[in-house]
């Protein structure tokens, strides 16, 4: 027979409600998914609020405690612009299809540092954002997505420049000027992909955040921002298209100063390029979003 305090016990697990203890509720375990997780795209519409926040807050902590301001999204792309045209205009006398090299710099660098901007904060803004993560859940996408509406704020201060500068140089814009959205939204969803990428790789190995500075460099020369497609063997462009800024700049270049001519094999490529890498950054973004909290 068992002991009178383990009957004791036994008897108190089977009291009935109302005369004991209430019996306790349902028991709800949460594991993570195994395998490929689906996107659930539809929850950034749901949390469209806090990516409103996300993009402000980003925005006041990327100009708090500067001098200029937001004035550095134009001094920036200028400097570069003056180093570009001593360097490449000047010394080594680069065609530019008949445009000053000035302006023909620095319409290329008005995307391009749209891109580089938003690469670099949306690279690192998991780790950056590691408390909110490891706090509250929310669509994870949402962080890298605040770096890319954030970056249009730099986008259209250093417009602005573009556009007084080809009123001093008197060249009007061309009628495929229509076409600019299209080409801004080229260079945000690329931008957009390849930090999927990279943020994800970044919460595992902080190797990341030394590599994409280099990376930036190379992406820059390998892109036609200081030198014109025209340069590029013709059988060779259709290739250039794997890298779709290319297909941005040209873009902007053509839409807005009417040279170099349409980017169309050039752009065809770039957007199928960019659609496989968008597509294999969400399923990537979304299989390795389980191990956020635990390792960020």
Known sequence: MSPPETMASQSSLTERPGRGAPEPGPITSIRPSTGWAPLHLREIWQYRELLYFLTWRDVKVRYKQTVLG?????????????????????????????IP????????????????????????????HGRLITKVYFPRLLLPAASVAGGLLDLAMSFLVLLAMMAYYRITPTIAVWSLPLFVLLAATTAFAASLWLSALNVQYRDVKYII????????????????????????????????????????????????????????????????????????????????????
């Not at 134009?74 to 008949?98: C, E, N, Y």
């Not at 290329?108 to 998991?126: D, E, I, K, Q, R």
């Open 70 to 98: 937001v004035l550095w999204a134009v001094v920036q792309p200028l400097l570069t612009m003056l180093i570009f045209s001593v360097v490449f205009g000047r010394l080594a006398r680069l065609p530019s299809d008949g």
């Open 101 to 128: 090299y000035p302006l023909f710099a620095y319409c290329a660098l008005v995307p391009w540092g749209y891109f580089s901007n938003v690469l670099a904060h949306g690279s690192t803004s998991l780790v950056d």
């Open 213 to 296: 500075p280099f990376l930036m460099q190379v992406w820059l020369f390998v892109t036609p921002v200081a030198y014109s497609t025209s340069l590029v063997p013709a059988r060779w462009r259709p290739l250039a298209g794997l890298n779709p800024m290319s297909g941005v700049v040209d873009g902007f270049r053509w839409a807005l100063l009417g040279k170099p001519a349409a980017p169309g094999g050039t752009l065809a490529v770039a957007i199928v390029a960019v659609s496989l890498l968008l597509v294999g950054g969400l399923f990537w973004f979304r299989r390795m979003e389980r191990q956020f909290a635990d390792v960020v």
